[in-house]
């Protein structure tokens, strides 16, 4: 009876957890959910910190193109005889100090300017990607969303009321988008150097000629950033 006794004790004393032992297993679950809330906002803060560098690098693409052929990259007359190798071609426009065509342009067998735009920065070497063949040569980037970059030429209300060229990056998460606007402008999607409405790389500037003033942050809203260079 004495050890039937002592085995019903040992086995209750073995059922359950002790407090020390349930602090130490809530000490393990805080460390994992830090670490999991801690990576996800480095992987936010990095992302953040790519759009921002596709803005600026492609801003100072543009700037030293100019400087060295003296035109508009997209818009160069002297792009063919200076790079024949895979060419997508030249538009008839070319030289007139305006880029053609849409930021989302697809492409054609005529090559809109906003397309080449991306060909001859890759061609000088201002820019990484390929140079042939001339559809993935003239090929729009993409940005760390796996969503398109864009540019075109701004020409007021049909273009989120910006002028001049214009880059895009579309497909931004709300609370990158508002990051970014923070970090670069104003933290107002209507005013400032740079505008956004929600959208991804299908979304026509011209569809909202007004964006709105303020971001919304859902979660799950995308924006179309567009910024004047």
Not at 19 to 40: C, N, P
Not at 128 to 138: K, R, S, V
Not at 148 to 167: F, N, V
């Amino acid at each position: 009876r004495t050890m039937q006794i002592k085995h019903r004790q040992s086995g209750y004393r073995q059922a359950g957890f002790t407090l020390v032992e349930i602090a130490i297993v809530l000490v393990i679950i805080g460390l994992l959910l830090g670490g999991i809330l801690k990576g996800q906002e480095m992987i936010t803060q990095a992302r953040i910190k790519n759009v921002i560098n596709d803005f600026n690098g492609i801003t100072a693409a543009y700037f030293s193109y100019q400087d060295r052929y003296r035109a508009i990259p997209g818009d160069d007359a002297g792009a063919v005889a200076r790079w024949t190798l895979g060419a997508p071609g030249t538009s008839a426009t070319a030289g007139n100090g305006v880029l053609e065509g849409t930021w989302n342009a697809a492409t054609a067998a005529a090559e809109p300017e906003t397309r080449l735009f991306w060909w001859n920065l890759r061609s000088a070497g201002f820019i990484a990607g390929p140079t042939a063949p001339a559809a993935q040569a003239a090929a729009q980037p993409t940005n760390a969303f796996g969503s398109m970059i864009g540019a075109a030429t701004g020409t007021g209300a049909p273009t989120l009321s910006l002028s001049g060229l214009i880059i895009c990056s579309s497909g931004i998460p709300d609370k990158v988008a508002i990051a970014v606007d923070t970090q670069m402008d104003d933290q107002n999607a209507g005013t400032g150097s740079m505008r956004a409405i929600e959208g991804g790389s299908t979304t026509a500037l011209a569809a909202l000629a007004v964006p709105p003033l303020n971001y919304v942050e859902t979660g799950s809203t995308q924006y179309l950033l567009c910024r004047g260079v």
